[in-house]
Nanobody, 125 residues
């Protein structure tokens, strides 16, 4: 079992920045993949970014590449998502997810076994 708790969301003006954190507890190994998804108003979960726990290999959705950065602190079992140059369309609940392997289709939400409750990010013009 893995428990995930996200923090760091908030209200920010367009062009601003936020840093999200996801603390994991339980069975997190070097083979684990951690990811961020987001769920905008009236939308289903959308892949944002993923990171391989072992070597830190990172992956991004085209919509956030160059603006968002994923990283992890192995000692603290924490994955971060730095959000820069935020846009109103980034408004969503951001969810942390984990799976005990690295799937080739890492962007597919149905492959993730564990999910946090989410943290709200709201970007105003």
């Amino acid at each position: 079992q893995v428990r995930l708790v996200e923090t760091g969301g908030g209200l920010v003006q367009a062009g601003g920045s936020l840093r999200l954190s996801c603390v994991g507890s339980g069975r997190i190994f070097t083979s684990t993949t951690m990811a961020w998804f987001r769920r905008g108003p009236g939308k289903g979960p959308e892949f944002v970014s993923a990171i391989r726990w072992g070597d830190g290999g990172a992956y991004y959705a085209d919509s956030v590449a160059g603006r968002f950065t994923i990283s992890r602190d192995n000692a603290k079992n924490t994955v971060f998502l730095q959000l820069n140059d935020l846009k109103p369309e980034d408004t969503a609940v951001y969810l942390c997810a984990a799976v005990g392997q690295f799937p080739s289709n890492y962007f597919a939400r149905e492959l993730y076994d564990y999910w946090g409750q989410g943290t709200q990010v709201t970007v105003y013009p």
